[in-house]
Nanobody, 122 residues
C-alpha cells in the first residue's frame, strides 16, 4: 500500500515563506506524475502544481512566480517552496501521485496524503 505523508505546514504572516515536503513510501509506478493540491474551507480542491516524470511542471496561475515544485527523483519525495504567501493561500495542502498527470488531475487512480494545514495571516 502506498503511503504519503506531508510535512512542514504551519501558520505564518503574509509575505512569509514555507517549504512543504511529501514523503512517498512503497512507490507503485516506474514513472508518474506528482503534485500538490489545496482545499480552502468551503471551497473545492484545486491543483496548485504538478511535475511530470519528464520534469515538466505546471502551476496554478495565482501561484506562478511564488511557488516552486521539485522532486527528489531517487527518493520520489516531493517539495513545494512557497514564498510571498498571501492570506488567500490559506488551505489544507495535499500531496498526490498517479501513474500519469491526466489521472492525477482527474483525481482518479491516484494516492493522496492526509494533508498539511497552511494558514497565512494578514
Amino acid at each position: 500500500q502506498v503511503q504519503i505523508e506531508e510535512f512542514e505546514g504551519g501558520s505564518v504572516e503574509a509575505g512569509s515563506s514555507l517549504n512543504l515536503s511529501c514523503i512517498v513510501s512503497r512507490y507503485p509506478w516506474m514513472s508518474s506524475c506528482m503534485g500538490w493540491f489545496r482545499q480552502a474551507s468551503g471551497k473545492e480542491r484545486e491543483q496548485v502544481a504538478y511535475i511530470d516524470s519528464d520534469g515538466t511542471t505546471k502551476y496554478l496561475d495565482s501561484v506562478k512566480d511564488r511557488f516552486t515544485i521539485s522532486q527528489d527523483n531517487a527518493k520520489k519525495d516531493l517539495y513545494l517552496q512557497m514564498s510571498s504567501l498571501k492570506p488567500e493561500d490559506t488551505a489544507m495542502y495535499y500531496c498526490a501521485t498517479a501513474g500519469d498527470c491526466g489521472w492525477l488531475l482527474l483525481r482518479l487512480h491516484s494516492y493522496w496524503g492526509q494533508g498539511t494545514q497552511v494558514t497565512v495571516s494578514s
